[in-house]
């Protein structure tokens, strides 16, 4: 890990902590309108595309959606500028691809997260379709958070998915909408 490495390097204790673990994308452009910085949000790269063009956001790939989605969930006009505006009809194909599989994951994680009421049993449906959730990624945020206790961390990590469900659900239209503004531009 890169803490440990500094710490070897430097010979002294260095940790680095991500204030922000367990909150959406959304949740931090909120933080950023808030406090008058959300043009911050606009000097960052999100995109999957090996290819950098200027500007680097091809505006399509799931990176680019989920920055889009995180933009409008959070009430915010996305000023980014993509190089993709007039888009081919493979480039659509693609484009709807993406956004499919990110709904088909929304629409997974609400089924996973709805089969109970109950903490434990949604906890052991996430587990069981991403086992990795309970013996990798749990198992490392409990060795690296340690004011945190296990069921926190579980309970934080089921909120997250709520909140990011709950964000795609309120702007899917919108972002879907995208596609059609590409359609239009041909």
Known sequence: ???????????????????????????????LFKNQAIDLAFLTKSCDQPLRKNPSQCGYCSSCLIRKQSLVAAEIEDK?????????????????????????????LYNLLNISDEFEQQWNA????????????????????HDLSRNDIRDSLLNLYRNYIGEWNRVKSKVQATIEDYNHDE
Do not use: G, R
């Open 126 to 145: 996430m587990t069981n379709q991403y086992p990795q959730l309970d013996y990798e990624i749990l198992d490392y945020l409990e060795l690296t958070y």
């Open 80 to 108: 980014t500028k993509y190089y993709i505006s007039h888009a081919s009809s493979s480039i659509k194909q693609d484009y709807y691809l993406y956004l499919n599989n990110i709904l088909e994951q929304v629409k997974t």
């Open 1 to 31: 890990m890169v803490s440990e490495l500094i710490s070897i390097l430097w010979e002294e204790s260095f940790k680095i902590e991500n204030p922000f673990l367990f909150w959406t994308k959304a949740q931090m452009c909120q933080v």
